[in-house]
């Protein structure tokens, strides 16, 4: 039976579906930019449940509604499209318009309501979208794998583009770009309507439109967390934003403040006769403080040997190289400089930074007398680290004072600079009696130093260093901890020459080779030498197992397992919990309870949105229940598996281009686009072949991702080591490279599936719509959690058992 839309329009509005899906796919990697700047990185999980929560929400309402909708196909697809673009601008203004504030989040509930609130506005954009693609896959049920093709592959081309278009214009401007974007996608479907109804959706469309353009700039301009750094600093009287620049990286913004200056100074010594020189603030979406000085001369510089980064320095007796990782704004580059090293290579990945001292602020900072014998790299630590280069010294210095580190709003950030495979990595760079030196802001309780250490003790050992406690020195100020390493054992000169620097600084010695009890713990006074007592557990391999002890999660990091600042332990929520007032919550740290909270949303949603057409079905359901548990079972399955690959790749791609951002995009549009193709290829032999071939397509398809996961999860790890060297252009391609095999088998199971349901239960195909969907909410969460349990290679096993289990339900 045919409806008036089947005679009108017999094929689907492909070019509208690639424009959507491309400018849907667009927002959602802006959104992860918005919430960086506007709150913190470890939000960009969420916006991948929220796009998958609209997906979701789709199916069931497209299940209740379909013979409605299906009748009035083309009005509803361009409806939905201008939908999406008026949301997609209209939601974020609302959403900003909610005092959510992140680290109050563990005792204040109503900044929960908040969120969800957030949660649910943001949805929206993508329910339109979803509606838009699943009608269209129902109304030309029999071109199911190209419409999906042609999805999958306009997103992945609005991954890459969003990156490309982030280079050029500001984040609140491109969110204005890509909801105008939308609304085009619905001017080339509407040559499929005719007369009145034609007019009447043109006219609506430049109302639309019109919206979108006049909308006040001040509504778009972003409006930072308060308690981020830049927030709190622009409130100082006279401070002055000198510069704003937007990347693709981060948004970098440079403040002056002549009434109250700046003064930083990580791990200053209350001995330093001198202060730091007059500072610009520079900080990295709105936080992440460091600075550049004002050099006049070596005396204003004299501060800096009265930092703990200085260590090696008075360690090595005469250092005439030095490699800088993470140069940032300059500091540990005037650090070596003032002890007069000839050589000095600083690498930075963040280009925009080593621009600021070398080119808009270098007569303040006096690059012209500083760059004689300094090479600013533009790479990742790790990518420079694969270089055969050596160096006496190779220093680390903190990263950029973050207002709300202490909170724990980067536990579910990723770091690779300070896996035991980078510190092995960085050992391999020192010359003979080289010296490496990493210095972290301290905490308290102490927690990132500890870990650190245990994985610098690793480290050394799979190195081939069998006693480790030769090769360290480990000494603390009132706010920084510096880890000072090396290949063979600390001289009896070198030890001496650690103290020397210690006791004249007033620095706290946590670990040297033959130190004793009385000599820890003298300056800056803790309750217990933790830092000591970790330290000598750890390398002394005792039965005083202090790390399992201890109250937070303290062991090393790993490439497979880089959540560095991750220190959540189960076995302590009660006793934090248990403390009076709320002494107890502050210590938890927000990132991981966010994390929870956020799959209990999703789990609620996706559990509700999969009764809810059961109850719609109940007739229907009488027809297969086998058939129906098989539908769930399949979708539920793929919908995990799809996403725990695709955001274990992101994670696997960060340590290959350095930039989480770029993982975001390059991963999604390679796995988009080679998956469409492989949707595209399921259309072609169906159309060769019939339904037929659809087993023992999905059995290849199942059986190659198995075969190449487990081949990735073996090898990827060197291939990586490889890559990172290169340019990031090559960089790039090899992760495209790297993905295209995988995501086209990965393209199959979906439309593959659907083919089975509309052969069997064609009034299921929007049910399975949306129960892929909420399946995918949950994934997105999930994905982290079982990485912080069992690692990223441990999540993409559990996604080629998902598979397996959904070749034997199809």
Not at 189 to 199: F, I, K, M, Q, Y
Not at 237 to 255: A, I, M, N
Not at 306 to 326: C, E, I, K
Not at 784 to 793: D, M, Q, R, S, T
Request: charge should be neutral; hydrophobic fraction near 50%.
């Amino acid at each position: 039976m045919h409806t008036p839309a089947d005679t009108q329009s017999p094929t689907p509005p492909l070019l509208s579906i690639f424009i959507l899906s491309a400018t849907a796919l667009a927002y959602e990697v802006l959104l992860i930019r918005l919430f960086s700047i506007v709150h913190w990185h470890h939000f960009a999980f969420m916006v991948i449940s929220i796009a998958l929560l609209g997906y979701g929400v789709s199916g069931s309402f497209i299940t209740v509604c379909r013979r409605w909708l299906l009748a009035h196909y083309d009005t509803v697809f361009i409806g939905n499209v201008l939908l999406f673009g008026v949301s997609s601008v209209a939601c974020f203004i609302t959403v900003q318009q909610l005092p959510f504030n992140t680290l109050e989040i563990l005792w204040d509930s109503s900044q929960w309501q908040r969120l969800f609130a957030s949660y649910l506005l943001l949805t929206l954009p993508f329910f339109f979208v979803a509606n838009a693609l699943a009608l269209s896959m129902m109304r030309f049920h029999r071109q199911i794998p190209q419409i999906y093709g042609i999805d999958l592959i306009g997103a992945g081309f609005g991954a890459l583009s969003v990156m490309l278009l982030l280079q050029w214009y500001a984040p609140d401007l491109l969110l204005r770009i890509l909801g105008i974007s939308g609304i085009v996608a619905a001017l080339f479907a509407l040559p499929r309507l005719a007369g009145r109804s034609r007019r009447l959706s043109l006219s609506l469309l430049l109302l639309c439109l019109l919206s979108i353009v006049i909308t006040p700039q001040s509504w778009l301009d972003l409006r930072l967390s308060q308690y981020k750094g830049l927030a709190q600093t622009l409130l100082i009287k006279d401070t002055t934003l000198l510069l704003s620049h937007s990347s693709p990286v981060s948004q970098t913004d440079v403040v002056q403040s002549p009434l109250v200056p700046f003064r930083y100074a990580p791990g200053l010594s209350l001995q330093s006769p001198s202060g730091p020189p007059e500072q610009m603030a520079v900080f990295r979406d709105g936080d992440q403080m460091t600075a550049i000085d004002h050099v006049t001369g070596s005396a204003a510089l004299a501060y800096q040997d009265y930092m703990s980064s200085a260590l090696p320095y008075h360690v090595h007796a005469s250092p005439q190289a030095v490699l800088v990782l993470g140069s940032a704004t300059g500091a540990a580059i005037l650090q070596a400089r003032l002890h007069q090293v000839p050589r000095i290579d600083a690498v930075e990945p963040d280009g925009e930074l080593s621009r600021l001292i070398s080119e808009v602020f270098a007569d303040y900072i006096g690059w012209r007398t500083l760059q004689h014998g300094v090479t600013l790299h533009t790479l990742s630590a790790r990518g420079f680290a694969a270089s055969e280069n050596k160096y006496d010294l190779v220093v680390m210095g903190p990263a950029g004072g973050s207002s709300g580190g202490s909170a724990g709003v980067y536990e579910l950030t990723t770091s690779y600079d300070t896996t035991v495979e980078a510190l092995q990595s960085y050992l391999k760079l020192l010359a003979p009696d080289g010296l490496l030196t990493i210095t972290l802001w301290s905490s308290n309780p102490a927690r990132g130093n500890l870990k650190l250490f245990d994985t610098a003790v690793i480290a050394m050992r799979q190195s081939g260093i069998e006693h480790p406690e030769n090769n360290i020195a480990w000494i603390r100020s009132w706010n920084t901890v510096t880890l000072l390493l090396k290949n063979s054992a600390l001289t009896a000169d070198e030890i001496q020459r650690v103290r020397d620097f210690s006791g004249s600084r007033s620095f706290d010695l946590a670990w040297l080779p033959g130190i004793q009890p009385h000599e820890v713990n003298r300056f800056q006074l803790l309750q217990e030498p933790v830092f000591y007592l970790a330290a000598r557990s750890l390398l002394q391999q005792s039965d005083d197992d202090f790390i399992d002890r201890y109250k937070y999660d303290i062991h090393a990091a790993t490439d497979d397992r880089p959540f560095f600042d991750n220190y959540f332990r189960w076995s302590s929520l009660r006793e934090f919990l248990s403390m009076p007032g709320q002494a107890g919550i502050s210590m938890i740290g927000v990132g991981y309870p966010t994390l929870l909270f956020t799959l209990v949303q999703a789990a609620v949603a996706a559990f509700v949105l999969i009764l809810m057409p059961l109850l719609f079905l109940r007739s229907e359901q009488q027809q297969g229940t086998h058939r129906l548990r098989n539908i769930i079972i399949y979708y539920l399955a793929i919908g995990l598996a799809f996403l725990f690959i695709e955001i274990a790749f992101i994670e696997k791609f960060t340590l290959i281009l350095s930039q989480p951002l770029y993982a975001v995009a390059v991963a999604l549009c390679a796995f988009l686009v080679f998956s469409g193709l492989g949707s595209l290829y399921v259309q072609y032999r169906l159309q060769q072949a019939s339904s037929a071939v659809i087993a023992p397509l999905l059995r290849r398809a199942v059986f190659m991702i198995g075969l190449i996961t487990v081949f990735y999860i073996v090898l990827l790890p060197q291939l990586s080591t490889s890559i990172m060297a290169l340019p990031e252009m090559l960089r790039i391609l090899s992760a495209f490279v790297l993905a295209a095999p995988l995501a086209f088998f990965m393209g199959m199971p979906f439309p593959l599936g659907l083919a089975t349901v509309q052969q069997h239960s064609p009034h299921l195909i929007p049910w399975a719509w949306g129960i892929n969907g909420c399946a995918s909410v949950l994934s997105a969460v999930l994905a982290v959690l079982f990485a912080i349990e069992i690692g990223f290679n441990g999540v993409m096993l559990c996604a080629v058992v998902l598979y397996f289990i959904a070749w034997r339900n199809n």
